[in-house]
């Protein structure tokens, strides 16, 4: 049997026993100094290769969308607008899914020093100023054929740059397929299989004890709220005055990017679509509804101008989401078409929900208004205040330790009130008692009231003043003028004549 040993031609060694250098180099050095140049030569040609990889991904994504660009351009042909609007049209038509607009990551290591990669849709638009550049310089009468020339050839001049990177892409994956290295050394055929036996105890189903009862639904009920209504049952009597209100935990409000969208000024639809393109997820619903509600917010603000520009830019986040996959070119195709139907119904959309806006806005603002000159009405409360001049309201709590029969069920009622309201009768404070009344509905509070009443807990007592005090001869002075209040009113209705 022969051997074939020409395969071990393409060893790539570095450190040959065998080989003898100059007698004036040091072996060992030698050596290290062969293996750092082939360790330097390997790397270099592998990053190259990965560079010349992600360059061909990258102009064939560009030769497509030029080839989108041709097409649509060559479809106006017989158009007679003008030629920097039609190539502006075409630009758009071509432009595709935003989703798709940005390049595939890098690999580790290629281009490491430029900062961000641009999209697809700014190369674009960098290859189109530079043609416009181009046909200006030229002063050609037929702009259009000119336009169309110059993108052929930028086209000529990428496809030309492919050519010439898959011919240096092959040759070095030639190369480097030549060499036999430390890398190229794998694991064939290798595998094992272990049969694991079942564990029956991991099986084991676990129990748990449920009690049958006729209404579910009442062992997760908070037996503190009522069924009927929404009214308490007295326990938020307990409630402290600072207590925190729970909040929403979902606040509707426009993105740092949704603020800078609704800055474009209504009707640049080009600065929109080059926005877009750049940040394609401001399409996601949350920016319209986000711009919808800063819309609302600034008319309410009276900032109508701004609102009129949150409308338009939420409704056209919302089209371009509904029309699907290629949704936002196809838009932009349609609103930038003259005479197109998409741009009355479209502008028709925004008058109608700005309108509904500015309706609604002026009626909140109308309500505050009303609100802040009248005060708020409140809720219906049932409070203590004593009616008679020169009297007073006194509370009197049941003694704990009474041997009376009377004080005791007394007693027995004044515990059975809630601690918050406990805690108000005992400081003796009206004002205190009012506050914990003013918390029930007015059923609750007309029971309470009822109950201290019978209970002995509130008692009516004239007022003591002394004269001799400038207080006192205040609450006098306002005493008497009630009671001539009070005898006028009554002659008036004597004597009606």
């Excluded at 190369?123 to 100023?129: E, G, H, R, S, Y």
């Amino acid at each position: 049997m022969v051997v074939n040993y020409s395969k071990w031609d393409a060893l790539e060694l570095s450190d040959d026993s065998d080989f003898e250098p100059h007698p004036n180099v040091d072996k060992a050095s030698f050596i290290r100094a062969k293996q750092n140049q082939i360790h330097q030569q390997r790397y270099q040609r592998r990053h190259e290769i990965d560079t010349l990889k992600y360059e061909r991904v990258i102009n064939d994504g560009l030769l497509s969308r030029i080839d989108k660009l041709i097409t649509a351009l060559q479809a106006h042909n017989t158009s007679t607008g003008n030629a920097d609007q039609l190539v502006f049209q075409s630009l758009i038509e071509s432009a595709g899914d935003p989703a798709n607009d940005q390049p595939p990551p890098r690999p580790e290591g290629v281009y490491s020093k430029v900062d961000e990669q641009p999209t697809y849709s700014k190369m674009m638009a960098t290859l189109v100023d530079q043609v416009k550049k181009e046909v200006d310089s030229l002063k050609s009468e037929n702009r259009y054929e000119e336009y169309l020339k110059e993108i052929k050839r930028h086209q000529a001049k990428v496809m030309g740059l492919q050519k010439d990177l898959n011919t240096k892409l092959a040759e070095l994956e030639r190369e480097e397929g030549k060499k036999i290295t430390s890398d190229s050394i794998h694991t064939g055929f290798n595998s094992s299989s272990v049969s694991k036996s079942k564990d029956s105890t991991a099986l084991a189903k676990k129990k748990t004890d449920t009690v049958e009862v006729l209404n579910p639904g009442t062992l997760n009920r908070n037996p503190l709220q009522r069924g009927d209504s929404g009214l308490s049952s007295g326990a938020e009597a307990d409630v402290e005055e600072d207590a925190a209100e729970g909040k929403d935990d979902e606040h509707i409000e426009p993105t740092k990017l949704g603020k800078e969208f609704a800055k474009i000024k209504t009707g640049d639809y080009r600065a929109c679509l080059q926005f877009i393109s750049e940040h394609p997820t401001v399409v996601a619903e949350r920016e319209t509804d986000g711009l919808l509600v800063e819309a609302f917010n600034s008319q309410i603000a009276g900032k109508e101008e701004h609102a009129q520009r949150c409308v338009h830019q939420a409704l056209l986040l919302q089209y371009c989401r509904s029309l699907g996959k290629d949704g936002v070119g196809l838009f932009f195709k349609r609103i930038t078409t003259k005479g197109h139907q998409a741009q009355k119904v479209f502008l028709d959309d925004v008058k109608e929900t700005y309108a509904k806006i500015r309706t609604r806005g002026a009626e909140i603002a109308k309500e505050r208004a009303e609100e802040e000159a009248e005060g708020s009405k409140g809720v219906e409360q049932i409070q203590l205040h004593a009616v008679e001049p020169g009297t007073s309201i006194n509370i009197v709590i049941p003694k704990p330790d009474s041997t009376e029969k009377v004080e005791q069920e007394a007693r027995q009622t004044f515990e059975s009130f809630p601690p918050g309201l406990q805690r108000a009768l005992e400081s003796g404070s009206l004002d205190e008692v009012n506050k914990v009344l003013g918390k029930m509905s007015v059923e609750e509070a007309e029971e309470v009231v009822g109950q201290l009443g019978e209970n002995g807990m509130l008692s009516l007592e004239e007022q003591i003043i002394d004269a001799t005090t400038e207080e006192g001869q205040a609450a006098v002075k306002e005493i008497e003028a009630r009671e001539k209040e009070k005898r006028k009113k009554e002659e008036e209705i004597a004597d009606p004549a």
